[in-house]
């Protein structure tokens, strides 16, 4: 089994739900905001950090930071 099999649960496919996640741009647009990467580049990005910063998903899949948001907020 390969590291990132582990990470993806196949489901159901839940017809015509993900029409309802549609997102409609043209506001953000208007107001002249172009991103400064496309799609393809930024999400190359952030895998490769997600690869260079391992402890910080790793601490968050053990369970540290549950314990740390619980020392500092008393949940």
Not at 48 to 66: A, F, H, L, P
């Amino acid at each position: 089994m390969q590291p990132h099999e582990k990470l993806i649960t196949i489901v159901t496919d839940r017809h015509g739900h993900d029409w309802r996640y549609a997102i409609d741009n043209s506001k953000i647009k208007a107001l002249g905001f172009t991103p400064e990467v496309d799609f393809k580049q930024g999400l190359a990005e952030l895998a490769k950090w997600y690869q260079d910063n391992e402890k910080w998903w790793r601490d968050i899949k053990s369970g540290e930071y549950q314990k740390y948001y619980q020392e500092q907020y008393n949940q």
